[in-house]
């Protein structure tokens, strides 16, 4: 005879009755119920926490014993003091110090040009002209002076590196002012009744809001938490008015809509939308060819985007760009607000040697007329970054001397004999270190530097970098880890281009090419060596993205892995053949000849 945990329901409620019954009532003390294994994927488990730890577990482990074997191979080799003793006694320190002093020269002459135009010393194209003079000498100055000069490397490699930094910049400033005064000359044009009317009718919606926001609020469970919520949004609101007002009456030679400037500073933040209905890509064509066109861009008017691609893939279009979307992290937005408004400038008003430096400084390769800005510095958070930025600086150092420089040195010979084999071998010997210090440089610099600078500045924005570790393409990651490099491409150079006429991959090839080109130019001319290596590195990213696309179309773990795989074999192959190469110029070929 047939147990009742036998019996067939057609019904799943009658069944779960008859089974609860079966567990309480039968006499055997049943155990067993309808389950799946915990790693079939259909059974909902995802807590894997105690695998990560054995994986962390295990890292630790294989790195303990691999740095184990480095000092009892080579001995205790780092030395935390060496760096200090080499800046001390070599006068390269002050060859830097000299072309870094020599950067003001070229930031004068920016804010100086600008300055013509706006006193109407210069004509506006003229001025557009030496400044990419200016710019071209940027990158030209300390390239010659490190080719001419016998600079180390340890030197001329930070002092390109700011120079870098400079060009990309003033070529913000440059660009930026210039919408400024294209959008000027166009609202000159105007007359100012639209404006007027317009501000009158936003100021009769935000009184009926007003109105209704006060009627709903009085029956709130919490009176007294609500009225000075709601005062305090009514004190922005009015501070919004008043601003209206003073520019309305003051800057009738055509400054910012102020509606524009009200729905940026105080509106909502509306649904993303397609690129296309939002943006008109021919307003950037004036940056690359003086277009009439310019409203779009000076106007300020940033609406909430989808992300202009530099790759075709769908996954990576559909990613929201934070160059819109994100707001103040830090501090609470109403208090932005009030620094924005008490503080707000317009174009000219901007050019200022202070409001130029205080650019170069900032952690952004983005000029605005307004940045947000915080209202105190947080002392414990500063010194806080101050810590970190030296602890890991140090680390840095003691890591490479100890386990990265034996590595190249031995890796001479394989790479010189072309033994394909001990190549392989000494390039996953570096996986691991040279993985180790890129991920403490990026925490050093994108976190600890950016973080203190900012704070010192009182810069709000501090997007400096998004989740680039959960990155499942290859353009993702590029967007992701590097943010103020990623929002200048987009502003400066993808988005003009296809207002310019050119498609999306082409955009995204030419963006690739130039981010190769500074990428050789970084490495090249402080070592006094073209081999292109970090050029065809970067250009070979395009073919690997499209490969990783074909793979893993959805992108998801094996996306993410490839990335990873990129990251970490990718690197240690190209610093390789750079120290091979150098080796061979500076040290063998100096031994031969003497």
């Not at 014993?65 to 000092?71: K, S």
């Not at 000498?137 to 930070?158: A, G, K, Q, Y």
């Not at 010189?416 to 050093?444: G, M, T």
């Not at 590195?537 to 992108?555: E, I, T, W």
Request: hydrophobic residues 45%.
């Amino acid at each position: 005879m047939k147990t009742t945990r036998a019996l067939s329901h057609g019904n799943l409620a009658d069944y779960e009755v008859m089974n609860e019954y079966h567990f309480k009532n039968s006499p055997d003390r049943p155990i067993h119920r309808s389950t799946q294994s915990l790693l079939t994927p259909t059974s909902g488990f995802n807590n894997f926490r105690g695998l990560f730890n054995w994986g962390a577990f295990l890292l630790v482990i294989t790195t303990s014993r691999m740095a184990l074997e480095n000092i009892i191979k080579y001995g205790v080799v780092m030395d935390p003091t060496a760096w200090l003793r080499f800046i001390l006694q070599t006068p390269d320190k002050y060859y830097a110090l000299g072309l870094l002093l020599c950067c003001n020269l070229f930031i004068i002459a920016a804010w100086f040009l600008e300055y013509a135009v706006v006193r109407g010393m210069l004509h506006h194209n003229i001025a557009v002209g030496l400044g990419c003079i200016n710019l071209f000498c940027v990158l030209i100055f300390p390239t010659v002076i490190i080719l001419t000069h016998d600079f180390n490397p340890l030197f001329s490699s930070p002092v390109l590196m700011v120079y870098t930094v400079l060009f990309l910049k003033l070529w913000s400033y440059l660009a930026v002012n210039r919408w400024c005064r294209l959008w000027r000359k166009k609202r000159m044009r105007t007359t100012r009744a639209p404006l007027l009317a317009e501000l009158k009718k936003r100021r009769e919606v935000l009184e009926s809001e007003k109105r209704t926001r006060r009627r709903s609020q009085g029956d709130s469970e919490c009176p007294l938490h609500v009225d000075m919520a709601s005062g305090r949004r009514d004190l922005e609101i009015e501070n919004a008015d008043v601003l209206a007002t003073s520019l309305t009456t003051q800057n009738s030679d055509g400054s910012q809509s102020v509606t524009e400037v009200r729905n940026r500073r105080v509106g909502q933040i509306a649904s993303p939308v397609k690129l296309e209905e939002t943006v008109n890509l021919k307003d950037y064509r004036f940056e690359l060819e003086g277009s009439k066109s310019s409203s779009g861009l000076a106007s300020g008017n940033r609406l909430p985007v989808n992300r202009a691609s530099m790759s075709v893939t769908d996954e990576y279009r559909t990613l929201l760009d934070m160059l819109e979307l994100e707001r103040h992290p830090l501090a609470p937005f109403s208090e932005c607000i009030e620094v924005a408004f008490s503080g707000y400038v317009t174009y000219p008003n901007n050019i200022m040697l202070s409001n130029l430096y205080y650019f170069i400084f900032a952690p952004t390769l983005c000029y605005e007329l307004n940045f947000p800005r915080t209202l105190t510095i947080r002392k414990a958070f500063l010194l806080k970054r101050l810590f970190e930025l030296l602890f890991l600086t140090q680390l840095i150092f003691c890591l490479a001397q100890q386990w990265m420089l034996p590595t190249l040195r031995n890796s001479v010979a394989p790479i010189s004999q072309s033994d394909f084999s001990q190549i392989v071998e000494r390039c996953l010997k570096l996986a691991i270190p040279n993985h180790l210090i890129w991920l403490l440089f990026f925490y050093a610099s994108f976190h600890s530097l950016f973080n203190a600078v900012g704070e010192l500045l009182r810069f709000g924005d501090r997007f400096f970098y998004s989740d680039w570790w959960n990155a499942e393409t290859v353009p993702a990651f590029w967007s992701k880890w590097n943010i103020p490099v990623h929002r200048f491409a987009r502003r400066h150079i993808y988005l003009p281009l296809l207002g310019f006429g050119l498609t999306r991959p082409q955009a995204g090839i030419v963006v690739f090419f130039i981010s190769a080109v500074l990428h050789e130019f970084l490495i090249s001319i402080p070592l006094k060596m073209l081999h292109m290596w970090a050029f065809f590195g970067m250009l070979s990213q395009m073919p690997y993205a499209q490969l990783v696309k074909r793979l893993f179309p959805n992108g998801g773990a094996w996306g993410n892995v490839a990335v990873w795989m990129t990251l970490i074999i990718g690197q240690p192959l190209a610093m390789l053949f750079y120290f091979h190469d150098y080796y061979l110029v500076h040290y063998v070929t100096s031994e031969t000849q003497q």
